[in-house]
């Protein structure tokens, strides 16, 4: 079955960096679209950043754009988020998800998805 596994998540202070892995197995990784989704405390799930499957430019939401850099490896099955300039406000619990067709930033259109990691940005 599909599983997809992130990592990397942690505590650190404002202004420092987290890398994100997700790891993928059981589908053909390079067919999907991948994308990042946080969600914080009381709140509903939010799109982050995704990619689509040949590794082109990602697409961000306004609130992580020029912080976060999506990227992906189809050799290692894994897609990334590189996070610098943290801030208190992107403290949640990330999660990837995958689907087959192009970027889209609702949740409900991605099929598959991990059991999250946390992140928290201290101040």
């Known amino acids: 079955q599909v599983q997809l596994v992130e990592s990397g998540g942690g505590l650190v202070q404002a202004g420092g960096s987290l890398r994100l892995s997700c790891a993928a197995s059981?589908?053909?990784?390079?067919?999907?679209?991948m994308g990042w989704f946080r969600q914080a405390p009381g709140q509903q799930r939010h799109f982050v950043t995704a990619?689509?499957?040949?590794?082109?430019?990602?697409y961000y939401a306004d609130s992580v754009k020029g912080r976060f850099t999506i990227s992906r490896d189809n050799a290692k099955n894994t897609v990334y988020l590189q996070m610098n300039s943290l801030k208190p406000e992107d403290t949640a619990v990330y999660y990837c998800?995958?689907?087959?067709?192009?970027?889209?930033?609702?949740?409900?259109?991605?099929?598959?998805w991990g059991q999250g990691t946390q992140v928290t940005v201290s101040s």
């Open positions: 998800a995958a689907r087959l067709r192009g970027i889209v930033t609702t949740k409900e259109d991605y099929n598959y």
């Open positions: 059981g589908l053909t990784f390079s067919r999907y679209t």
């Open positions: 990619i689509t499957w040949n590794a082109g430019d990602g």
